[in-house]
């Protein structure tokens, strides 16, 4: 949509034609900038409640660039996920605030450090080697207005590491469990807690575990009625729902 056509809605709503909610809906699809080899919606966070996030893998460090360079004109945070340090430093030169976190493999430019959730999100791995994907989760919850707190490295081969801080388990409105091998810890998470819990399967173990089908198949058939789970390795997903969920 040109200037001129939001003009005019803005106008219809100053002279009474439309209503607030008559312009808003005209604008909640609106409007989104072409690149030629990407289409950025710039009003994504109108719509949903969180801006557009990036993808990062599969990118060139110029195409991250010339996107962030997009969304940097506007005023909402950017969050590029899956990303390496050759992407950070030339995002770098178009926000000088830009973050780079390398555990998470994300890049962030906080604009807006609103808090917007109700309470606070744990972020749980059953191990180190889970750090990754639960660290992504931290980084996108935290750019999206949320209290956070981790707890890694208490997995169920060594279940009293757990057990020791469940007082902190208690205070949190939302959970993220990120677990590989045989995915139990979720199940285990999910008996002690009253609140929602989002299992995150990783790709970490050995043959069997199948890159983490294993995880996944174990966390699909959790006994424990309150966790649902997200893809393999995707904490950005497991932090935009419990972002949602935290919010209401």
């Known amino acids: 949509m ?39 919606d710039h009003h994504r966070s109108l719509r949903q409640g969180f801006p ?4 990062g893998g599969g990118k060139t460090v110029e195409q991250v660039a010339r996107i962030v360079e ?26 000088t605030e830009a973050e780079f976190h390398e555990e998470g493999r994300a890049i962030s430019v906080v604009k807006d450090a609103t808090i917007r959730g109700k309470g606070t999100v744990m972020v749980i791995s059953a191990g180190t080697s889970d750090m990754p994907v639960a660290e ?9 207005g949320n209290h956070v707190d981790s707890l890694y490295d208490v997995g169920v081969a060594g279940l009293h590491r ?23 810890l979720p199940s285990v998470v999910g008996g002690l807690v009253s609140v929602p819990v989002i299992a995150v ?4 173990g050995y043959g069997a575990s199948f890159n983490g089908v294993a995880a996944l198949l174990g966390m699909l058939n959790s006994c ?21 969920i935290n919010r209401q």
Request: net charge neutral; no cysteine; aromatic share 6%.
């Open 224 to 244: 424990a009625s309150n966790v649902t789970v997200v893809n393999i390795d995707n904490g950005f997903g497991a932090a935009v729902v419990a972002s949602l």
């Open 70 to 95: 997009s969304m940097y004109k506007q005023d909402h945070n950017i969050l590029v996920t899956r990303t390496t340090k050759a992407h950070f430093e030339r995002v770098k030169e178009i926000a």
């Open 162 to 184: 757990l057990l020791d801080r469940r007082d902190r388990l208690a205070k949190a409105r939302v959970v993220i469990v990120a677990a590989g091998m045989e995915g139990a």
């Open 201 to 204: 399967p990783t790709s970490v």
């Open 52 to 55: 557009e996030v990036v993808f």
């Open 136 to 144: 992504e989760a931290v980084v996108t919850l935290r750019v999206m």
């Open 2 to 40: 040109t200037e001129d056509q939001i003009r005019k809605i803005l106008e219809a709503f100053k002279s009474g034609v439309l209503s607030a909610d008559d312009a808003l809906h005209r604008l909640r699809s609106l409007p989104f900038e072409d690149l030629g080899f990407a289409n950025v």
